[in-house]
């Protein structure tokens, strides 16, 4: 030890002792470091965007995770508010399972709190088609919507003052080669007992229900519905898990309600978004920074146009103005160059925004002032 | 149409129609990919080397995923042989949870053998120190551990043909500071009902513990001992899951057992490897491939060093032969280049495998031959 | 200091001592491990495999980089051989770079020893369309390729014993909508002046250019055709760099040109192949391995079938036998299991490889036999 | 065809006509999106932070890429300016290649234009220790900095009105196991000659320096020194290239130039940050938020620190007051929760930032108001 020391001393550097411990050694790179990572898209407006997915399942009915795994998984992915949507009819249905259509909110709820998450009280109506599967959200009392007639359900939810909505209505289980808007849900609309359609569920679309809830003024929504760990289930390596975004007026249980009753929601899924026109144009211009003009040669001027969100903006033009780009891809966190030809009047070049939906087939149309 | 088609006839090339759907747009790239990725260790002699991981916990104690989870995940990370060793005294402990001891094993059963993995009964006798926690591996009835006394659940496991290990013996909640072997251990020991020693688990290894495995002759044993979803637990970006590898005759639950009555293991955790030296010999020197010098230039011999496995190699020596390097590292899937001063007599080079342990503060001893 | 002897002593562990250091601290993770990471593509009958890549360039004609890069990149990924391939015509072409059409090459030589890696001497014949560009493989002078007509630079390759080949026969910027054989073509085919047909190059494709080698038969070759550096060019997260698969007598120059002579290679890009359905039918049987089944449930048997090579198959049948899956995607590393209904003679499922090309539109047919 | 065209009818859904096309086919993947990825750093006070790295080598002199090359790494890494400096005396030393001094920046120049990079011209002194090796920036002929004696070498540096730092002080080629300064250095800092200190250099940071650049008022510069590409030499997987924070009025030459002289920079380096202590308060202060507390029970109050920055802040406090943790880990782009316990007076929790260096053992400290 003294030769040590005297070496140490010689060497004449500060000098720090540690013990190497042969009892137990960690290894500091052994566990992912589990926290919350932020998803960035812009408030738009006075409204606060709220990140939500509103349908999925656990061992209550036929997931595969506990309750509180459903809110982690929420947490770590940057969500908001969750809805816990075990099916109500078969329920619990798992051997070694008890409880009630509640228990999945109860067991839940106190890791929400913990982890600062909006925790939507909600069950799934578990219908054949029509009417299929509906998700009623903000009840009091799931137990009470296990109903002989699905009819009595729908209506009980609305008693509740629940905000309901179709899921995935194109699903080819039950409506293999159509997507087609039954007298059932019309009847339940016109009793204002539907307020939203699932436009995204899993891995797919129903590009015809954009136009029902424009038409009807419906909220659009995407859940991942996820079943087994969503780890599992989805590509995180690509897109975040389809969520719905919600622009209320503060980050709390009751304005996220009152925005979904107020249709101020958008579906995001798989890079694209797909909502009403004025929230999606506010989205992008809330996005984007158009820059002044950096470089002009040989009557070309060059801009940026920055995106510090995790959106994807996709501009297309067939036949572009003023020489500019057939196609502008706008990255997330990124900056990207454009040029044009440069005239008297001031530039404005028209794009569509081709991952951006506002309707069947419709897509966000802009467009781009080039500063001087 | 017509003129689309003419258009097509005109160019002349042969055209496939499809209907752009509006019902439904399945988004290829949302969903992840599952299937079993396979871990690349040899196979050693004539024994099959099984990937396996005795330690986990499901809803049925204080895990938060159903026992199918744990098959499953096992799956997706190439596992060939896992243990559900739920806690025997609380059990099952959470409320709405029914069931015995035996349930997670009995869930858990048919994923498995769908998945063809084999699944260990098991259980995690839980007790304070001493002796602390125990698994007891391949029992007939997990319920019948449940005793007052711990002597007897030892005895009773031991009854049942257990296989019985002592479960992360330098845990700090335990042994605060230090990872000693009690007088109750030398007990068990004794009457021959100690047959392993969990060496690493979590994110922690206990170095004294390889000295415990090979002077008293037990099994190296390493484990996850996850609790919640495996995915959100452990590193995956830099390391595996920690794993023992037992080498067994065939890829049975029957020779699996056997190989581990007969020390047939080596811990696997962090790209370290612990375990019996002969056993770790083997697998380096089936695992790389030293090829014929492909140059030599002024005295200088350069040759490859080939490793197709999944397993990392560290060689260190501080005072190197022939001018060789003080360090090679090789990497999983790679080919290295190594250099080193020729000679008359036939070229070996001394090296000790930093990250492949032997025993407390020992590593493997090896000796690279060079080709002519 | 004393103090902490006393702690130490008392808490008895075994200590060493380092001295942390003002002057300088390493930075572990600060730089990138730069070794060779092997592709895993087997070797076929008495035929060796050699990745490799005939087509790129440095800053001796429009490319950025020094041609020792070339090779780093091309040992780093695992290639075996490459060729540098600078345009012949504009040699050097840049400000400030002197030297000639072999400068690249007398660069690049000295590196590709020390890496173990064969260094094809070329250049590429660029002139307009017809004939368009070609690459000239195992020249022994390149600069005497610069020559008026092209006829005469093909025929000095020839002269030369090169290996010569149509590179991106379909590239639009000379054959705008079509890609067709030229008469010219026809002509120096005829003459044997030409080997081989670039059937991949960059990003694209020439499905018409695969029966020309079958019919004509003429190597399936792709290359990169990298002019930036590759790791910005390539989408490595998702393919490896395309390349061309070469089946040797030896890892030698010697057996590399005369393989391709022989027509025996194959064009691996984006995880697709191409080439003749006897080499695909043979990387096939010799990549995967069919198991044993492991299971039978209610006349549903199930097996499992293993990949561990880099190589990907996605196995087809619109109509398949013994209810046996549509689809089976075979990933690198990886082990699927299929299932089928039991009958009592053997089974054999008839599957398209839809990533393996045989031909314009034609993909290689398999059986897979079911064991007993 | 009818066929098709019925059947399309029938099912009356729109439909699209493509082609498929047989001369070629685009794999979209194939290619990696190429495109500016900013990095998210806060702009402090009235200034702007510029990511600059000062420091890197091309053909012209030891590296392996052309000068363009350097500043596409540098566009596609997100960084604001950059300086090639290669090596003035052994200038350009490489057979086949051409021009002077100021060769590569002369060709660098018209790409940084096009991707809006600041380009600083300038060149490295490169003599034996001392003074070792030095960066002159800024200057306007490099070439004239190719003298004989190296003081006059770093006369001319200052007459064209150079920013002067001393390259990687404690390289241990140079000073083995020292990092001093000498005489040399003292008279080249009298004479106002001196303005900043290259404190951290390819995987190495020197923490002596860290007190030269506090008491002799000198900048604080982190570089990459590349030689060969920059995706080869940094471990991208886990931090971004070191690079230097400069803190200008506006994002112009000239700007850059003063704030490095009035000495308003920072290093960045393997997710640490080393400069005056005012800087990294304020960097810290402006990159996170601590918001109001979420939740309070049992007397303890939790609340959430949000960073949307790229930076990470390690927060640590042996004896931490009010029970609140000993390490709190503040990750890129996320938001952690922290808990203390309530008492009367404010709650001000005492921190030391562990990766922020203010000198040499010295980290800067920080107080979190925790909110009503």
Redesign the interface.
Known sequence: ?RK??II?LL?G??????????????????????????I?IPNIGDYTTLKCDFHMHT??SD????P??RV??AY?EGLDAIAITDHIENQ?GK?????DQN?AFE?AKPEA????LLLVKAGEITRGMPPGHLNALFVSDVAALETEKYMDAIKEANNQGAFVMWNHP???AM?P???KWWDIHEEIYKRGWLHGIEVYN???????SFDWCINKNLSFIANSDIH??A?????????KR?MTLVFAKTRSLEDLKNAMFERRTVAF??NQLAGPENLLKQLFETSIEIKKP??TEKGIV?F?I?N?TDLTFILENGSPKNKSPKKI?I?P?????VNCAVTNENITLPYTITNLHTG??KNLSVEIQVGK
């Open positions: 030890m040590i020391l140490l060497i550097v500060q000098t720090t002792i540690f013990a190497q411990n042969f009892n137990v050694v960690k290894e500091k790179d052994a566990l992912r470091k589990l926290y919350r990572k932020e960035r061992i209550f997931g595969s995770v506990w509180t795994v982690q998984e770590y619990p051997k070694y399972v008890e409880g228990s067991i709190e913990n982890l600062n194109g699903w080819q409506q080669d159509t997507c899993w891995d797919e679309w129903y590009p015809v087994i760990v780890s599992h289930r989805f590509n995180y390596e690509k897109y389809p899924f798989a950096f470089k060059f940026e920055s510090p891809e990255f966190g990124s900056t990207v160059i069947m087939g």
